[in-house]
């Protein structure tokens, strides 16, 4: 069984703070996604990594970078939190035999609170 | 480019009765994949079904049954006998061939079915 783990479930930090999610996957997957989940606004992809240190900008990266060191783990990271970034954010991987078009496989999520 | 429209935000039915959960897709591509996932209470998105564009075959998985119409974009999800237990909410998502790239997610229903 596909297993991709986050580090936390819930998480509450204050404004301005860096925050770091992490996500790990068993599955040797080379690609690895984060996005954010909103009430009435659904999945919205930050960033992706189809490969070690490579990233893509998905479709709502401002305020947040990532970073990709080995091919397991995948670290969402918001440089100076704001309250406007409080939302569950989820991580996703899929094998790379298709490029981006592989089954996803999503962690607990992290439902994060930013005071 | 892609989109994914899930017209019915919420539903609720009383257990035992059969509900369709409706998704409409846009592409431009003649090969892409269709998904379906649920999100139960606890948070994690769960993976049920991928369905490539050539493959126009409804499948049946137990209460579960897809319907897919290319003539009409449609990816419809039909749970019968419905149960307490399938109330969650439910992404339709889509992914083209061509490029790399990811899955675009519908905005989701909200199942809610009760005793």
């Known amino acids: 069984d596909v297993k991709v783990t986050q580090s936390s479930r819930y998480l509450v930090k204050r404004t301005g703070e860096k925050v770091f999610l992490e996500c790990v996957q068993d599955?040797?997957?080379?690609?690895m996604f984060w996005y954010r989940q909103d009430p009435g606004l659904g999945l919205r992809l930050i960033y992706f990594s189809y490969d070690v240190k490579m990233k893509e900008k998905g479709d709502i990266p401002e305020g947040y970078s990532v970073s990709r060191e080995k091919k397991e783990r995948f670290s969402l990271i918001l440089e100076s939190a704001s309250t406007n970034q409080t939302s569950m954010y989820l991580c996703a991987s899929s094998s790379g035999s298709l490029g981006g078009q592989e089954t996803q496989y999503f962690g607990p999520g992290t439902r994060l609170l930013v005071l | 480019a892609q989109k994914v429209t899930q017209a019915q935000t919420e539903i609720s039915v009383v257990e035992k009765e059969d509900v369709t959960l409706d998704c409409v897709y846009e592409?431009?591509?003649?090969?892409?994949?269709l998904f379906w996932y649920k999100q139960p209470p606890s948070g994690e998105l769960v993976f049920l079904i991928r369905?490539?564009?050539?493959?126009?075959q409804n499948e049946i998985s137990g209460r579960y049954s897809w319907n897919f119409q290319k003539s009409t974009s449609s990816f419809n999800f039909t749970i019968t006998a419905s149960q307490v237990v399938d109330s969650a909410v439910y992404f339709c998502a889509l992914s083209e061939a061509s490029g790399n790239t990811p899955l675009v997610f519908g905005k989701g229903t909200r199942l809610s079915v009760i005793a």
């Open positions: 369905r490539n564009s050539f493959d126009e």
């Open positions: 599955m040797d997957h080379e690609n």
């Open positions: 592409t431009r591509d003649t090969t892409y994949y």
